[in-house]
């Protein structure tokens, strides 16, 4: 879902290993995760109201995602 509460669930995403880096919009990193799985939730929670960037790296490829925080 996006916007999200407390749990962001990526579905399918590339490769099998995963890091995670979500980042602020003022670009600075304010969580990382590295997880194995076909899905992925991750728990953001802690995080305040706003507009997020995860980054998805698997394999040498990046994926981009935004979300928005609630």
């Known amino acids: 879902p996006n ?3 407390n749990t962001l669930i990526i579905e399918n995403p590339i490769g099998g290993n995963y ?3 979500v980042f602020n919009q003022l670009g600075q990193l304010v969580l990382k995760e ?3 799985a076909s899905s ?3 728990n953001v929670s ?6 997020y960037f995860l980054n998805i790296t698997s394999d040498g490829k990046t994926q981009t ?3 928005i925080k609630n």
């Open 34 to 36: 590295n997880k194995n």
């Open 46 to 51: 802690n995080l305040s109201k706003g507009l």
């Open 3 to 5: 916007p999200v509460s």
């Open 40 to 42: 992925i939730s991750l």
């Open 19 to 21: 890091q995670l880096q």
């Open 65 to 67: 995602i935004k979300f």
